[in-house]
């Protein structure tokens, strides 16, 4: 009997299950259908929120509400910042007193002053992370 296909399997198997560990699926909500992209941070702690994330991902804005697989997610705990880029500049969109013009949304319970670490961070279990977008 060739036990190497069923050696093959067992590793593909590992390697898919410690994939699936530093991903977490994140729904967005308030998505404005088929405009523009929506842009990802996820944070690892307190000092680098806001300033340098974990991992970055952006991707086409689709339905409402998207499903997405967000990969190469470390520790037990992220904090995630979202915004629609809906001009495509790369860069979320303020009025002149510096209010998001673009929709934005965060993790956890932003908060009216926008997110921070303590009020954003969500434990990585493999629930879904809800992040509902302003406007």
Same mark, same amino acid.
């Given at each position: 009997m060739n036990r190497f296909p069923l050696a093959l399997s067992a590793i593909l198997l590992l390697c898919t299950a410690a994939h699936a560990q530093d991903c977490a699926t994140v729904e967005v909500h308030n998505v404005r259908?088929?405009?523009?992209?929506?842009? !990802?941070?996820? +944070?690892? %702690?307190?000092?680098?929120? *806001? &300033?340098?994330?974990?991992?970055m991902m952006r991707v086409p804005a689709g339905d409402a509400t998207m499903t997405v697989q967000f990969c190469g997610l470390t520790g037990s705990a992220?904090? !995630?910042?979202? +915004?629609? %880029?809906?001009?495509?500049? *790369? &860069?979320?969109?303020?009025?002149?007193?510096?209010?998001?013009?673009?929709?934005?949304?965060?993790?956890?319970?932003?908060?009216?002053?926008?997110?921070?670490?303590?009020?954003?961070?969500?434990?990585? %279990?493999?629930?879904?992370?809800?992040v509902r977008l302003s406007m």
């Open positions: 259908p088929q405009q523009g992209q929506l842009m !990802l941070a996820a +944070y690892a %702690d307190a000092e680098t929120f *806001g &300033k340098n994330p974990l991992k992220v904090a !995630l910042m979202l +915004y629609q %880029d809906l001009d495509g500049d *790369g &860069k979320m969109g303020r009025n002149a007193v510096g209010i998001p013009s673009e929709p934005w949304g965060g993790s956890g319970t932003p908060g009216m002053f926008g997110p921070r670490w303590e009020t954003g961070r969500v434990a990585l %279990d493999g629930k879904p992370i809800v």
